[in-house]
């Protein structure tokens, strides 16, 4: 069965610092990858995704994403870090093949906290 | 416009009452989607509707009611709920019939649910 794995359950970084984070999946095909965020009381934004071509994947708010598939990992990755992306984020792959009850596998997430 | 837009905000009912939430979307999507979302939790796919036809019910309880009165509307009917019931609800819409998977999902600002 496909799984998510996000190893961070809470980072906290200082604004400015670089950020990495980390998601690992379980799915045998090439997945649909995706990362959403999710800041305090609002629903779920969708950051970047990956199906295929460039392995490097740019995203919204600076983000980007890189599919290693040697390493069956997706990791989110921003150069510079701002208050504003203190938020949790979620990494999901999609099933793909025959059926039609398909859907989404959410990892459990990755509360970022920013330290100004 | 990329708005999918709920409503109320925050729901306070009691075990006995009826209640609904409502969803709505103006993209043209062909998919909507309910979730449950507890506190630092991923969410939890409830139902989904393609093409105003319940596609996927992920053995949610009845008192649960889901209805698609056409393409841009989703509501979700709820009675005789229990205080574990209490949770984030979000609703999501993706433009392809089909594509609950693999198309990037749109998510409103969800309705908190407190159940007494």
């Known amino acids: 069965a496909q799984s998510v794995t996000q190893p961070d359950i809470h980072i906290t970084v200082s604004e400015g610092a670089s950020l990495e984070l980390r998601c690992n999946y379980s799915?045998?095909?090439?997945?649909?990858l995706f990362w959403y965020v999710q800041s305090p009381g609002q629903g779920l934004q969708l950051l970047l995704k990956?199906?295929?071509?460039d392995t490097l994947v740019q995203g919204i708010k600076g983000f980007e994403a890189e599919f290693k598939r040697s390493q069956s990992s997706f990791n989110l990755r921003k150069p510079s870090v701002h208050w504003s992306d203190a938020a949790e984020y979620f990494c999901a792959v999609g099933e793909t093949g025959a059926g039609n009850n398909r859907k989404l596998i959410w990892g459990l997430g990755t509360s970022l906290a920013v330290n100004p | 416009d990329t708005e999918v837009t709920q409503t109320p905000k925050h729901l306070v009912m009691g075990m006995t009452n009826k209640k609904s939430l409502k969803c709505e979307q103006h993209m043209g999507h062909r998919a909507m989607y309910w979730y449950k979302q507890k506190a630092k939790k991923p969410p939890e796919l409830m139902f989904v509707y393609s093409y105003e036809k319940l596609s996927i019910n992920e053995s949610v309880p009845s008192r649960f009611s889901p209805e698609c009165p056409n393409s841009s509307l989703l509501n979700l009917h709820l009675h005789a709920l229990q205080p574990e019931d209490s949770a984030l609800y979000l609703c999501a819409s993706s433009q392809r019939a089909s594509g609950f998977s693999t198309d990037t999902q749109y998510f409103g600002p969800g309705t908190r649910l407190t159940v007494l």
């Open positions: 799915y045998g095909a090439t997945p649909y």
């Open positions: 990956y199906f295929s071509g």
